[in-house]
């Protein structure tokens, strides 16, 4: 490290409470309320409406949303064990663990060398007979080619739900990214765009599928008693059905709640989400200035036509070479750095579907070349420009 440059430590994630979300917080716990309530209720709608959909539900994490969307849509449709879900080559593990976790199969569709999501292009050759589903996955803040993958999905009457657990509060084509399938996943697990420290959020248009989700959270209850709400103040006809059916499961459900601690989190950031996604903005494109003379080494986030970037992070890719020099002199000096989401690689899924990473040559360049950093909205302009020096001096080095 050159002596004039100060080391700091520069986190992919942040955390910062405010003062509004201690306050909703303390409301909670000052009305004794911790299970499904006002503040999930209004986060869920709030949520929900500024992404273009009906309905939200919460539950506790971004995979645990993506897993209910499944099992509704296979329960509501009647899809055997053993169908097929397509899957980008790039994403995070959960995207292919709900499929296995619903007993289906995920097949992979390599990704875009300029984006890194689902190739559009590649999808007819993956599809069988056998295929029901697509889940496009939004990566790093940033929206898959939605209209080419919603034509080859109407053309096989197949569903999309979107995992945009990365990205929200961005747009495609003019529609907010969640209601462009038939369900929509977000995460607020930490380092995520709203941080509720555990959560996820389904979105939808289609009530019947919001209903059985809801109930599969929880424990595929009977959707007429989920609050604890939902017996009070009834008249007694109303109350006599409810108490019957109170303890009446209709699905094989999970144990997937949030609680309302999360939704007075994720209420009061939602408050704050343009001046976020605002400040993620303009850190990526004092990043991509900084490191533009770079480019004959470095692949920089690019925004599909069209489209808005959330930043949730910034993802770089070496066009040459391997990325661990680079990622090890990052890391030592304090920037942290995450493996831009392998899959194809992973040991668990090696003797279990037998991928081979030569048949998904993009995800096998990522895997190999791509990392990415912060662009979070806690990141000063000092932050952006260490890591700027660092990649620009780690390349003058090994010129
Ligand atoms: C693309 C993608 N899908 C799903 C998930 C799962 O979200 P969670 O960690 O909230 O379960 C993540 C989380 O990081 C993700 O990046």
Not at 182 to 206: E, K, M, P, Q, R
Not at 247 to 273: D, Y
Not at 350 to 364: I, M
Request: proline share 4%; net charge negative; hydrophobic share 40%.
């Amino acid at each position: 490290l050159r002596n004039d440059i100060p080391r700091r430590v520069v986190p992919v994630g942040t955390l910062n409470v405010s003062q509004r979300a201690k306050q909703l917080v303390m409301e909670s716990l000052d009305n004794n309320r911790l299970s499904y309530g006002p503040m999930m209720q209004r986060f869920e709608s709030e949520f929900a409406h500024l992404h273009g959909c009906r309905a939200g539900i919460m539950s506790n994490s971004g995979t645990s949303s993506l897993q209910v969307a499944l099992q509704a849509m296979k329960e509501l449709h009647g899809w055997c064990d053993g169908d097929e879900v397509i899957v980008p080559s790039v994403t995070f593990v959960g995207t292919a663990n709900i499929v296995l976790h619903n007993r289906m199969v995920p097949v992979l569709v390599d990704v875009e060398p300029t984006y890194y999501e689902l190739d559009a292009r590649l999808l007819e050759s993956r599809i069988t007979s056998r295929t029901r589903a697509i889940i496009p996955v939004h990566l790093f803040g940033h929206p898959a080619e939605m209209n080419a993958i919603g034509e080859v999905a109407s053309h096989h009457g197949l569903k999309i739900i979107e995992d945009s657990a990365e990205t929200m509060f961005a747009s495609y084509q003019g529609r907010p990214v969640g209601s462009l399938g038939d369900i929509g996943c977000f995460s607020t697990y930490a380092a995520h765009i709203l941080v509720t420290g555990v959560g996820g959020l389904s979105i939808t248009n289609d009530l019947e599928y919001a209903v059985r989700m809801r109930s599969i959270i929880n424990h595929g209850r009977d959707s007429i008693y989920i609050s604890i709400d939902d017996d009070k103040g009834k008249p007694d006809d109303e109350l006599r059905m409810i108490v019957g059916k109170r303890f009446s499961f209709v699905s094989v459900g999970h144990s997937f709640r949030a609680t309302e601690i999360e939704g007075a989190l994720g209420l009061a950031q939602l408050e704050e989400w343009e001046a976020m996604i605002n400040a993620r903005r303009a850190n990526a494109s004092s990043l991509s200035e900084r490191l533009a003379s770079l480019q004959e080494h470095l692949q920089l986030p690019q925004i599909r036509p069209g489209s808005e970037h959330s930043f949730m992070m910034f993802p770089i890719v070496l066009r040459h070479a391997s990325k661990n020099q680079l990622v090890d002199f990052l890391e030592l000096h304090g920037v942290e750095t995450r493996d831009m989401l392998p899959l194809t690689n992973q040991p668990v899924y090696r003797s279990l579907l037998r991928w081979r990473e030569e048949d998904y040559p993009v995800a096998h360049w990522i895997n190999e070349s791509g990392f990415y950093v912060g662009c979070h909205q806690d990141l000063t302009e000092s932050d952006l420009e260490y890591i700027a020096e660092l990649i620009d001096h780690f390349f003058q080095r090994n010129r």
